[in-house]
C-alpha cells in the first residue's frame, strides 16, 4: 500500500490549498484515513480524520471551520481543503491510514500504520 499526498506550495495568510492523498497498490483494511503536520522542531500533531464506521469528521480546534476532510471512492483519495490558511499552519503534511481496530484516540499517531511522504505547506504573512 502506497499513500502519495500532494498540492503542498507556498502561500499568503488567508489563502487556500488543497492537499490529496491516493492511495494505491493492494487493498487494505482500515477504520478511517486522517492528515497530521509537523512543524519544525515539533511534534507531529493531528489536524483531521474521518471514520469509515461513522462517517463522521474530527478536526483539531485550530482547524475547525477553516479546513474540511473528505474521501473520494471512485479515485482512492482523500483531500483536505484548507481555507483562511495561517502563518501557523505551515508544516509538513502527512496521510495516514488508521488501523481497523485500535485503543485510544484517533488523534494518536500510533492508531494509524500506513503513512505516505508528507508536502510541505507555507504560509507567509
Known amino acids: 500500500v502506497q499513500l502519495q499526498a500532494s498540492g503542498g506550495g507556498s502561500v499568503q495568510t488567508g489563502d487556500s490549498l488543497r492537499l490529496s492523498c491516493a492511495a494505491s497498490g493492494r487493498t487494505f483494511s482500515s477504520s478511517g484515513m486522517g492528515w497530521f503536520r509537523q512543524a519544525p522542531g515539533k511534534e507531529r500533531e493531528f489536524v483531521a480524520t474521518?471514520?469509515?464506521?461513522?462517517?463522521?469528521?474530527y478536526y483539531r480546534d485550530s482547524v475547525k471551520g477553516r479546513f474540511t476532510i473528505s474521501w473520494y471512492n471512485a479515485n482512492n483519495t482523500v483531500y483536505l481543503q484548507m481555507n483562511s490558511l495561517k502563518p501557523e499552519d505551515t508544516a509538513v503534511y502527512y496521510c495516514?491510514?488508521?488501523?481497523?481496530?485500535?485503543?485510544?484516540?484517533?488523534?494518536?499517531?500510533?492508531?494509524?500504520?500506513?503513512w505516505g511522504p508528507g508536502t510541505q505547506v507555507t504560509v507567509s504573512s
Open positions: 495516514a491510514g488508521r488501523r481497523p481496530s485500535f485503543s485510544g484516540s484517533f488523534s494518536d499517531p500510533t492508531v494509524y500504520n500506513y
Open positions: 474521518f471514520s469509515w464506521s461513522s462517517d463522521r469528521t
